[in-house]
């Protein structure tokens, strides 16, 4: 029995031609981590509200534990027993405590229930120094945490989160991917997230689903998703990537590729390397760019009358003449 099973739902909203969601199918194990990625207007969001028990889908089910979710409509309350998801807004009760705001979702539980919880999950999330503050009074970081925290007092099974990470700066967000990592495994948990941000897909998951127009495009895991893309769409979501033709490959790195009829080479910007390695493609270029990336430098090379863009750990000068090397492996052929 899959822990949740998607078996090809579609919904369309009232007045828009083309659907949000079409004729979508995937599953996923307990304990797994699974997100969902692609441009605005994909479908991610409201996969996790079907997901949810938030809106029906109008075509195909949805099973969890073995068990067909009730429709919302039929519930006087949206919503799934055991699913609970934390919302991009937060959703937080501005004028209740840390504390309060965890409590809260307890209070039909007795009082020792109630504190021993809170205590808990006041640990689990790191905000015992906070629980006397109010949300107003938290960071970014801390507010997410608490959000998490007054969820998980209703100890969901499976946790749903709708772009979690958006509005933190970079530095928080990466510390915070790990913490809500360790707690969610730590927990027993199973969690679906959607994002927009590859990086924090590709941090956190198991799997990682690709949407476009509303349809899954690829489902896999981080790795595959990566390295073995489907498509050229999904290839450049992940990344800056150099598109060739075999025509255009073959006069730029002088090595025919016998490929099929309309396929593209696909090349990463990060695949190439600055010192040869046997069996390594040559490119031999002037640089006509220069981009300070933190870890390294965006370099953009004129190749005749192509600009293909590298990764380079130091620094180059305009107009310098440089060769870049690029494995046979790590040619993307789609």
Do not use: W
């Amino acid at each position: 029995m899959k822990f949740l099973k998607v078996n090809k739902v579609s919904k369309t909203y009232l007045g828009n031609e083309k659907p949000a969601v079409s004729d979508l199918a995937f599953s996923m194990k307990k304990g797994e981590i699974v997100s969902f990625v692609g441009a605005s207007g994909s479908g991610k969001s409201t996969l996790l509200k079907m997901i949810g028990g938030l809106i029906s889908p109008e075509n195909g089910t949805i099973h969890f534990q073995g068990k067909e979710l009730d429709k919302p409509e039929d519930k006087l309350i949206p919503g799934q027993e055991g699913i609970k998801m934390v919302f991009q807004d937060l959703r937080l009760m501005p004028n209740r405590t840390v504390e309060e705001n965890i409590k809260y979702p307890l209070l039909l539980f007795d009082k020792d229930y109630q504190n021993d919880r809170v205590e808990e999950l006041l640990e689990i999330c790191h905000l015992q120094e906070f629980r006397k503050r109010l949300p107003r009074e938290l960071s970014g970081g801390q507010q997410q945490r608490l959000a998490l925290a007054k969820t998980l007092a209703e100890e969901p099974e499976l946790l749903l989160m709708d772009e979690p990470f958006s509005n933190l700066d970079p530095i928080v967000k990466s510390k915070l991917i790990v913490e809500v990592s360790e707690i969610i495994r730590n927990q027993q948990l199973s969690l679906i997230m959607v994002t927009h941000d590859t990086q924090d897909a590709l941090m956190l998951s198991d799997k990682i689903g690709f949407m476009s127009d509303g349809k899954l495009l690829q489902f896999d895991s981080p790795l595959n998703i990566y390295n073995k893309p489907t498509s050229v769409e999904i290839a450049a979501f992940f990344g800056i990537v150099n598109i060739f033709s075999e025509a255009e490959f073959s006069s730029i790195f002088h090595e025919k590729l016998n490929i099929e009829k309309g396929q593209q080479i696909i090349v990463r910007a990060e695949s190439f390397e600055t010192e040869f390695q046997a069996g390594a493609l040559t490119l031999d270029g002037l640089v006509s760019g220069t981009f300070f990336k933190g870890n390294g430098y965006l370099i953009r090379l004129k190749v005749g009358n192509h600009s293909i863009d590298v990764f380079a750990k130091n620094q180059l000068k305009i107009e310098d003449s440089v060769s870049f090397y690029v494995a046979r492996h790590n040619l993307m052929v789609i």
